[in-house]
Structure formats: structure tokens, C-alpha cells
């Protein structure tokens, strides 16, 4: 039976759960969500989202995982038998739905540190990104053939993974957390001051901070927010769960999710300066308004940001270097956590040994990332993205705020929170936990049903939207209830 470890240090907690949060997303999915959703106005929906949702629902899994010492699968568990699938679904998804195209992700931007060594890009960096280095085909179902330089790219990011999560808690996660975050301020701090000293930098940050309310009356951008402070956040992805699990029987639950939801938020907003700026740089090079200078969230890191770095007038291969780094380093705090989740979850109900889940899941990793480097792997990993971030996390976190407001009751959690924490959390807690989250989680879910099958999201085909977008969803599902109908083994079951 596999022994249960604890942080070595609060610090280390939250190194790690800020490490989780903080990702590939904070970096450039914030940034051009605020850049298409009306600049400073996108941070009045964003805070909202942070103190109604994100918050709440931290504080949530953290105080679950804590109070019964188990992954989400063994805290939904004890709160009752038929609410253990609400800990497998996320448990599954996000290693099968997320972390297997997030790899992917990471190794494109490894591929882009070796690219900054000499510019690789050129002049078009578009055209470089889509039909160079992605080779995309042209057709959705046109496969084409796996690209060697992303696959080799992706094994060197599966090992380190692999590496890290095989070393455990303390040694693995906690020690690789205590190395990435400080150095990754470090290299956005870098990037921030490089890039506000750029010619045309103030009208980026114009951009960035003088808010557009037009937006506001948007229903959109309510609901890129709440997505957006979901994924940010890691919430509904079991992983906070099982962070929270490893804890110490004394820790103070309000205030670490109050530290890790503030140095999330925190960081996004310090990032998207080193973002805006740069795009201010670019609109002035080109002679465009920042408005035209984007047309996606990918094509700010790997087609608007490389055409800054080559238009430096000093010291670009560098920043190039610098730039991919930091996404490196922010994606691999971020898939290490997404691991941690399904692997606890194993542990705690079949016993089976860390080395041999991390094996199989590094293996299958590989394996799914092939379908991932072809000519049509973007279109599988955008709609994969997609689905699975506008659903199951939706409704994940929407059985979770039902479930322990209403069945395990969220006063006796604030209860059990309040005795061990510093702050205190009041009675509003409660609301936004039975009442609140639900209602908006539901409204979110319509609006993105609504708009993906009368709209078609992507102009896909719609074969391929309920083949691959809902499919996974689906297949996640079916997975995680396989694993909920299995048979606990009885060590597992009586943990703690």
C-alpha cells in the first residue's frame, strides 16, 4: 500500500498549487481574451468571475481534499458511494482531455526555443507556425503525416514529466515548484521591462488598460471570464483536490487558496503587460492598430510575438529564448499537476504503485500526441480545448458546488474550514455555493451549447464537432464511470 505523503512545507503547497494555476493560459489566453473583449473592460467580468466562482470554489477543494484526505475521487467518495464519479470524471479528463494536447502545446514551444536560436520564423512567421511547423493539411479528416520535430520534441517533454511525477511529492512536485515559479517570475519580469522600454509599447498598454464598456453588455465575455478563471485556476480538474489532500492535518485552507487565487490573477494581469507592450510594437511597426495586429490566442505566441522578437533592435534571439522558456516552464508546472490528479485518484482506490501508473500514462501520452503532431492534430487539439474546457469543467464544478452545498452541506464545510484557518469564511460562502455558482454554471452551459450547434464553433464540420468535441467529452465520461463501477480495494477504501 502506497504511503501517504505530505508537502514538506506550506511553501511548498503552494509553490506547487500556484504552479498548477499558473500556465500556458495566463500568459497569452488571458491576455488575448482581453484583447478581444475590450481591453480594461475585460478585468471588471474577470474580477467578478474570480470573487463569485473561482474563489468560492477553490476554497471548496481545498477544504474537501483536506477534510478527508484523499483525492477527489476518495473525498466525493466519503461524502457518499454514489458521488464518487464526480471525482473520476475530472480525474480523467484532464490528463486524456487536457494534459494529452497540452504536451503538445509545450512542445511546439520547445521546438520555438531552438527556432529563436536563429530566427527560424523569418519574415512570415505565420505562414512559418500553420504550414512549416504545424503542416497543416487542408481538410480536417486529412491526417497527413506526424511531424518528427514536434514528436521529438514532445518525448523530451514527457520525460521530464515522467521524472518529476515518478519522484513523488516532496522530491518531485514540490522541489520542481520551488525551481519554476521564482524562475519564471524571474524571465516574465525580463520580458515585462524589455518590452515596455519597446518603441510604440505605451499604445499596447493603452490597449491593454483604457476599457471599452461597450463590451460589457456582451454575454460572451461573461462567459470567456468564468472559462477563463475555471481553467486559469485548475478548478473542476481534480487536481486541487488531491494538492489539498497531501496537507498537513493543521493548514490554514482559506488562506492558501486566497494566496494561490490572488497569485494567479496576479501574475496574468504582470504577463499581459509584457504582451501588450509588445503588441504595441508590432501595431507601430506595421502601421496597424492593435486592434488587427491578432487574429487567435496561438497566433499571439506563435505568430504576433516572434515577428516582435525579430523586429528588436537588440537582443531578439534572446527574448526569443526567454519567452519560450517561461511558456516551457509555466506548461510543465501546470501538466505535472494535471498527472497528480488521476494518479492519486488510482492510488487511493486500487493501491496500485506510483512508478506503474506514471508509466502508463507517460506511454499513452506519446501515443495519443502522435494523432497531435499531423496535418490535422491543430484541429483535434483546438476542438478537444474547447469542449472539454466548456463543458466538463463547467459541470464538474457544477456537481461539485450542488453536491457539497447541498448533500454534505456547505455550512458544515465552513465550519470545518473555519476551525483550522486563519481567516474566516461568513455565511456568504454558503450562498455563492448552493445558489449562485450553480445558477451561473447553468447559464454558461446553454449559452455554449446554444452557440456552438446553431453557430457551428470553428466552422467545423458538424461530424467532426460531435465526433471529436463531444466525443471526448463523452468517452471521458464513459471512461471515469468504468473506473467509478470498479471494485475499491478495501486498504484503499478505509484510508485515513
Request: proline share 3%; net charge positive; charged share 10%.
Amino acid at each position: 500500500m502506497e504511503t501517504k505523503e505530505e508537502w514538506k512545507s506550506r511553501v511548498g503547497f503552494l509553490m506547487a498549487a500556484i504552479g498548477s494555476a499558473i500556465g500556458l493560459g495566463n500568459i497569452w489566453r488571458f491576455s488575448y481574451l482581453c484583447y478581444k473583449n475590450g481591453g480594461g473592460a475585460f478585468l471588471i467580468p474577470y474580477l467578478v468571475a474570480l470573487f463569485t466562482a473561482g474563489i468560492p470554489l477553490l476554497i471548496l477543494e481545498y477544504g474537501i481534499g483536506h477534510r478527508f484526505r484523499g483525492s477527489a475521487v476518495l473525498s466525493f467518495r466519503k461524502i457518499g458511494k454514489k458521488w464518487e464519479w464526480i471525482g473520476w470524471w475530472p480525474s480523467i479528463f484532464a490528463v486524456l482531455g487536457i494534459a494529452f494536447y497540452y504536451t503538445v502545446i509545450l512542445a511546439w514551444c520547445l521546438d520555438y526555443i531552438w527556432y529563436s536560436l536563429t530566427l527560424k520564423w523569418g519574415s512570415n512567421p505565420s505562414a512559418f507556425f500553420f504550414h512549416q511547423h504545424l503542416n497543416l493539411s487542408k481538410g480536417f479528416w486529412n491526417l497527413g503525416h506526424p511531424s518528427t520535430i514536434i514528436f521529438t520534441a514532445l518525448i523530451v517533454i514527457w520525460i521530464l514529466n515522467w521524472f518529476i511525477e515518478l519522484r513523488g511529492i516532496q522530491r518531485g512536485i514540490e522541489l520542481a515548484c520551488k525551481i519554476f515559479i521564482p524562475l519564471l517570475v524571474v524571465l516574465i519580469t525580463i520580458l515585462v521591462i524589455r518590452g515596455v522600454t519597446l518603441p510604440g509599447s505605451g499604445k499596447g498598454i493603452a490597449w491593454y488598460l483604457k476599457p471599452d464598456f461597450s463590451h460589457l453588455t456582451n454575454p460572451r465575455v461573461w462567459l470567456d471570464a468564468y472559462g477563463q478563471i475555471f481553467f486559469s485556476l485548475s478548478i473542476a480538474m481534480a487536481t486541487m483536490i488531491a494538492y489539498a489532500s497531501y496537507l498537513p492535518k493543521k493548514a490554514d485552507v482559506t488562506g492558501n487558496a486566497l494566496i494561490t487565487a490572488f497569485a494567479n490573477s496576479g501574475f496574468s494581469l504582470f504577463a499581459g503587460f509584457a504582451v501588450f507592450s509588445t503588441l504595441g510594437f508590432i501595431s507601430v511597426q506595421q502601421n496597424l492598430p492593435p486592434s488587427e495586429v491578432v487574429k487567435s490566442g496561438f497566433g499571439l505566441a506563435f505568430v504576433a510575438y516572434p515577428q516582435a522578437i525579430s523586429a528588436m533592435p537588440f537582443g531578439a534571439r534572446a527574448f526569443g529564448v526567454i519567452f519560450f522558456t517561461a511558456l516551457v516552464i509555466a506548461g510543465l508546472s501546470s501538466s505535472i499537476s494535471m498527472i497528480e490528479g488521476l494518479v492519486a485518484s488510482l492510488i487511493d482506490k486500487f493501491q496500485w504503485k506510483r512508478r506503474r501508473i506514471i508509466h502508463v500514462i507517460t506511454l499513452l501520452g506519446l501515443l495519443v500526441g502522435v494523432v497531435y503532431t499531423t496535418g490535422s492534430g491543430y484541429y483535434f487539439l483546438d476542438l478537444i480545448d474547447h469542449f472539454i474546457s466548456s463543458y466538463s469543467l463547467i459541470l464538474v464544478g457544477l456537481f461539485e458546488a450542488v453536491v457539497v452545498g447541498w448533500v454534505y452541506k456547505a455550512s458544515n464545510l465552513r465550519e470545518e474550514i473555519n476551525q483550522i484557518s486563519n481567516i474566516k469564511i461568513g455565511r456568504w460562502w454558503d450562498f455563492m455555493i448552493k445558489y449562485f455558482i450553480p445558477i451561473v454554471l447553468t447559464v454558461i452551459f446553454v449559452f455554449s451549447l446554444k452557440a456552438d450547434f446553431v453557430q457551428k464553433y470553428g466552422n467545423y464540420p458538424l461530424a467532426a464537432i460531435l465526433f471529436v468535441g463531444i466525443g471526448s467529452v463523452v468517452v471521458t465520461f464513459i471512461i471515469g464511470f468504468f473506473f467509478y463501477k470498479s471494485k475499491w480495494k478495501k486498504s484503499g477504501e478505509l484510508l485515513h
